[in-house]
């Protein structure tokens, strides 16, 4: 499903302010389209000194699992700086579509970022505070309280740049709890999908996103447990 994939991919990097982060996470996400749940998400972040792993297995259900049964397993390992979260490899791997598969590396010291998908290495030029469509989602545990977030991201296919406006804080209520979060919206023009994205205000971690095309069908992702070690 077009819409799931955007879905999946459309995390951000937030403004660069360092913060002692957990040791590690534990979260799962119920994902909805149309109002039916269509995939399950579960991953777990752990950091090692200065190094940090994250995985993230998203498993389909419903209608979804009947046509499209493929789990889709993203892993991001790299080291933690004083602005975050610095990817060194990031890998999507589709269970039983190969073709659909790509990976990422990152050259700090040359400034390089490389995708490669089905043996073929793309190289491109490796813009300051880039992150991983995984990495992404952590990254926001550093975030301060600008009022936008411009960034750059990778999901092995390509690299693109993001803008997204900060709100006023919302409580949003899930099945892990009520939560305060810090809102943002892509402010999308015209023609575009909007993402739409609420933090929870502890650790900075998305407790919900919604994904809104530009025919108006939406996809949500919404936090169903969590688990945080200092």
Known sequence: M???TFFLAALLLCAPVYAAPPTGVQASYEVFSGGLKVGQMNEIYRRNGDHYTLTSTTTPVGLLAMFKPEKIFFTSSGLITKQGLRPLNFEDKREGNPARSSQAEF??????????????????????????RLSAMYQFMFLKNDSTLDFSMTNGNKLDTYHYAAGAQQKVDTPAGQFDSLYLD?????????????????????????????????LIQILSALIVQP
């Open 2 to 4: 077009k819409l799931l």
């Open 107 to 132: 050259d700090w010291a040359t400034q390089q970022l490389t995708l490669i998908r089905q043996s073929q290495r793309t190289p491109l030029a490796l813009p300051e505070g880039t992150q991983d």
């Open 186 to 218: 892509s402010q999308p023009k015209e023609g575009e999908s909007r993402t739409e994205i609420w933090l929870e205000t502890k650790n900075h971690l998305p407790c919900k996103m919604v994904i809104t095309d530009a025919s108006g069908d939406q």
